[in-house]
Nanobody, 121 residues
Framework: QVQLVESGGGWVQPGGSLRLSCQCSGFTFPVYTMTWVRQAPGKGLEWVSG???????GYLESVKGRFTISRDNAKNTFYLEMNNLKAEDTAVYFCARPKVQDVTSPEYDYRGQGTQVTVSS
């Protein structure tokens, strides 16, 4: 069955960096668009970034220039490199397979269990 497993979350001070990974299985990963979404405390899910099979990418305006999404099709894995982290980036981050092949799609048919990212001093 389809599985998405995140790793790499944790605590970091403002200005720090983290790299999230999402190991995927159960489907033909290379042909799918994949996304990262997040949920901050007390808020709804928010689309963060996406990457398609051509490696075209999209980013939430507030993370542009700080976050980089990438994928390694040989490893069925995609990543979110997060630099210059801010307190407002604190959230549970989920990797997801969107329902449509659109890097900006906030809706998904499969999602991982989530990894906590906490940015504080």
């Amino acid at each position: 069955q389809v599985q998405l497993v995140e790793s790499g979350g944790g605590w970091v001070q403002p200005g720090g960096s983290l790299r999230l990974s999402c190991q995927c299985s159960g489907f033909t990963f290379p042909v799918y668009t994949m996304t990262w979404v997040r949920q901050a405390p007390g808020k709804g899910l928010e689309w963060v970034s996406g990457i398609d099979k051509y490696h075209r990418t999209g980013y939430l305006e507030s993370v542009k220039g700080r976050f980089t999404i990438s994928r390694d099709n040989a490893k069925n894995t995609f990543y979110l490199e997060m630099n210059n982290l801010k307190a407002e980036d604190t959230a549970v981050y989920f990797c997801a397979r969107p329902k449509v092949q659109d890097v900006t799609s906030p809706e998904y048919d499969y999602r991982g269990q989530g990894t906590q990212v906490t940015v504080s001093s």
